[in-house]
């Protein structure tokens, strides 16, 4: 840990019906940049129940966020708000095993911070420049995603779509699959992790990163290893 860690103990989420779903996939698809904690953009989230009936689904997300719109299984719900615990109570209960899917759109801005486990995002100076990373562990996701922070469970694969400005990169758990050139000039980073993952190691960098890639070459024989 690092040294200005301090533990603060948590017995549980900070809602018990987080208990009710364990989530298999989440679809991240954000604007960020490396200036501001400034964000807006959607997050899919894919789960099952895990309890003999599920009346309403429960997640976290900061309340400095403002939520555009959720679509519960395409149908278009609306969340109530308590501190950090946002509720959308269904139409009808899901029953055990059944697998749903809650779209969350989004945009706001937390406070900035500027050291390690305080805040969700920070901002930082490397050198001349500017970075913003986010450090979730370990009950700071919320600060940024709408999430379920459970030690419990792991996620069992991540898709990080990542729009960021002109000349700034966007780094990632898991495999750079695609960088996609868009008419506005920013880049949007598609990253993928498909091995179980805690929510609180999920992150996002961005900043005028320099790609550093090269090919290691095998001695004897031709093959060769990025």
Not at 109 to 117: E, I, K, S
């Amino acid at each position: 840990r690092h040294s200005g860690y301090h533990a603060v103990a948590k017995t549980t989420i900070a809602d018990t019906a987080e208990n009710f779903y364990d989530i298999s996939y989440l679809k991240f698809d954000l604007n960020m940049s490396n200036v501001t904690t400034a964000l807006s953009g959607s997050v899919s989230t894919t789960a099952k129940v895990v309890v003999n009936s599920m009346n309403k689904y429960v997640f976290e997300l900061d309340p400095a966020y403002t939520i555009d719109s959720i679509r519960f299984n395409g149908n278009l719900v609306t969340a109530t708000t308590n501190n950090t615990v946002r509720t959308i109570n269904l139409a009808a209960a899901l029953s055990l095993n059944t697998v749903f899917t809650a779209l969350v759109y989004y945009h706001g801005q937390t406070v900035p911070g500027t050291n390690f486990f305080t805040h969700g995002i920070v901002l930082a100076q490397a050198g001349s420049n500017q970075m913003m990373y986010t450090l979730s562990d370990m009950y700071l996701a919320k600060d940024w995603w709408p999430c379920k922070q459970s030690l419990i469970h792991t996620i069992d694969s991540v898709d990080m779509w990542v729009t960021v400005p002109v000349n700034k990169k966007a780094g990632c758990n898991g495999l750079l699959k695609h960088v996609k050139l868009l008419s506005s000039g920013d880049s949007r980073y598609d990253w993928k992790t498909h091995y179980p993952i805690e929510y609180y190691l999920i992150s996002v960098h961005v900043a005028p990163y320099r790609d550093y890639s090269y090919y290691m070459h095998f001695t004897p024989g031709p093959d060769s290893m990025l």
